[in-house]
């Protein structure tokens, strides 16, 4: 069974930098073709994809938040690290990791419960 | 950057009504298209991929069809738990793209 569980601050003030962290079980970011992914929502608006991170330390990034994003990966600890600097109060959302599947479509088969970051002074 | 287009963005339909929502791509995809649903509150979950292929434990009353830019969800008819947002996306090429949601409501 695959688990996916997202942690990090909820609250951040402006110009801060975010970090959350991915803690996954039920597959290993060592196997070929695997990945885990970010994407966030903005309450009551659409999904929007972050960044993605391969086996292969292959990393993937949106291009309109590429300059301020780090996605790393601890195999070991089966974690996946997102970084975002310079917080703004319109980065408020939650923040979703993701498991990219090996079904050849890179369908984002499990996904973490999503955890809520308040970007506030 | 691909660009993914729901329609509608919302709409109310009846328990057993037949639903279909429409994604469309702003250049091909292949068979590169996924749907989720989502609840309120809760993460989203895989409902198809590869544009019509069904994830395994989803109800056979979910459907999608489509390849290149036009493709479609159906649910051929609507039960209670079926009320939720659907999105579409893209996983084509990165930046891997969701369309904006539709909503079902009740009617």
């Known amino acids: 069974q695959i688990t996916l569980k997202e942690s990090g601050p909820t609250l951040v003030k402006p110009t801060q930098t975010l970090t959350l962290t991915c803690t996954f079980s039920?597959?290993?970011?060592?196997?070929?073709?695997?990945?885990v992914g970010w994407i966030r929502q903005p309450p009551g608006k659409a999904l929007e994809w972050l960044a993605l991170?391969?086996?292969?330390?292959?990393?993937r990034y949106s291009p309109s938040l590429k300059s301020r994003l780090t996605i790393t990966k601890d195999t070991s600890k089966n974690q996946v690290v997102l970084t975002m600097t310079n917080m703004d109060p319109v980065d408020t959302a939650t923040y979703y990791c993701a498991h990219r599947r090996r079904d050849g479509y890179n369908s984002l088969g499990d996904w973490g419960q999503g955890t809520l970051v308040t970007v506030s002074s | 950057d691909i660009q993914m287009t729901q329609s509608p963005s919302s709409l109310s339909a009846s328990v057993g009504d037949r639903v279909t929502i429409t994604c469309r791509a702003s250049?091909?995809?292949?068979?590169?298209l996924n749907w989720y649903q989502q609840k309120p509150g809760k993460a989203p979950n895989l409902l198809i991929y590869a544009a019509s292929t069904l994830q395994g434990g989803v109800p056979s009353r979910f459907g999608g069809s489509g390849s290149g830019t036009d493709f479609t969800l159906t649910i051929s008819s609507l039960q209670p738990e079926d009320f939720a947002t659907y999105y579409c996306?893209?996983?084509?090429?990165?930046?891997?793209?969701f369309g904006q949601g539709t909503k079902v409501e009740i009617k």
């Open positions: 991170i391969y086996w292969n330390d292959d990393k």
């Open positions: 996306q893209q996983s084509f090429s990165t930046p891997w793209t």
């Open positions: 250049q091909s995809i292949g068979s590169y």
């Open positions: 039920g597959f290993s970011l060592s196997t070929s073709g695997v990945g």
